[in-house]
């Protein structure tokens, strides 16, 4: 089945330290997203790719990192700089103009 | 760039009853609407959709109607069943605008009560 693969589940970080979270597609989708779910608000943007190589930062960039080096793939990279990390993590993609948005089934991570 | 609120933040209806979210958005170019369920820690999943040369769409018992002048749509839910029950998402975005991104409201927890 096409789909969007999110891995880990669930991720535990001790303070000081970077942690990378997994996002795969098999869906043949060129743009890929990452928000940020916190209780009780929305989905906050962190950074987005509509192209292979390319990237571009969201609304709450600050503390993450990413990489586009193939279509399939998305990682983010979750800094110590990240002040505040604990969160759930999802992934998205679409396939480009006039589509919606397909999410990941989320990475959530806390903080030890 | 966009904005998207939405109306109410929590809603708790009577099974049977029918449930109705408000969004509103700000950028008049923005061309397409679409409406996430998410279930307690699972993803959101797109339900509904509709884009701006349609003023509304209906699938069973989910409609959404859109207002162009004013700048809101909004989500129709009858006959509620506490499968219902979920947080409800509504975004906007200008599809024709290469670079542009999915802007989303910050959520509508409905509970549907047996």
């Known amino acids: 089945d096409g789909g969007i693969t999110q891995s880990p589940k669930y991720l535990f970080r001790k303070e000081g330290q970077n942690v990378t979270l997994s996002c795969e597609q098999n869906?043949?989708?060129?743009?890929m997203y990452w928000y940020r779910q916190d209780p009780g608000q929305g989905l906050r943007l962190i950074y987005y790719s509509q192209i292979v190589n390319d990237f571009q930062k969201g609304d709450i960039a600050e503390g993450y990192s990413v990489s586009r080096e193939k279509k399939e793939s998305f990682p983010l990279t979750v800094t110590s700089a990240q002040k505040n990390p604990t969160a759930f993590y999802l992934c998205a993609s679409d396939g480009g103009t006039n589509q919606p948005q397909h999410f990941g089934d989320g990475t959530r991570l806390s903080i030890l | 760039g966009e904005n998207v609120e939405q109306h109410p933040s929590t809603l708790s209806v009577q099974e049977g009853d029918s449930a109705v979210i408000k969004c509103t958005y700000s950028?008049?170019?923005?061309?397409?609407f679409p409406w996430y369920k998410q279930e307690l820690g699972k993803r959101p999943q797109l339900i509904i959709d509709i884009r701006s040369n349609v003023g509304e769409k209906k699938d069973q018992r989910i409609a959404v109607t859109l207002n162009k002048t004013a700048k809101h749509f909004s989500l129709h839910i009858t006959e509620t069943q506490p499968e219902d029950s979920a947080v409800y998402f509504c975004a906007a975005i200008d599809l024709d605008n290469y670079g542009q991104n999915f802007v989303f409201g910050p959520g509508t927890r409905l509970s549907v009560l047996p």
């Open positions: 869906l043949n989708h060129d743009a």
């Open positions: 950028d008049s170019a923005s061309n397409y």
